[in-house]
């Protein structure tokens, strides 16, 4: 099995060695998205509200470049500075995934977040043949 790298400037980068996502075969496995605003760098302002839709549209963009869709997701984890901001977090995370087929996820509290974010979220999906 080949696998791919896959960038796009339409999300974060970031400043650490990895790849935004390595597709491989019919799978795409997307590395943890910060709330990084991609045309300035920087964490977006609107506290975990606004930080969890920037991830998931950088994560969107991320699935696009791989030719899937936020549809085709499979595994959501979420690492989050504080479990109080969950119900916060998943009004967000409701309106991309809704509610009637979700993608299976773990969600958990983690100390250290990069650059002082409220939350991380990673993605695995599978991409249409």
Known sequence: MEKTVIHTDKAASGKVPLSQAIRAGEWLFCSGQLPIDP???QIVPGGV???TRR???NLKAV???A???LANAVKVTIFMADLDDLKEMN???EEYFGTADPP???TFQAGGIIAGARLEIELTA???Q
Request: proline residues 4%; contains cysteine; charged residues 25%.
């Open 39 to 41: 045309e300035t760098g």
């Open 49 to 51: 509200s606004g930080q």
């Open 55 to 57: 991830i998931i549209e």
């Open 63 to 65: 699935c696009e470049e």
């Open 67 to 69: 030719g899937t869709s």
């Open 91 to 93: 009004d967000v995370f």
């Open 104 to 106: 299976a996820r773990t």
């Open 126 to 128: 599978f991409i249409p």
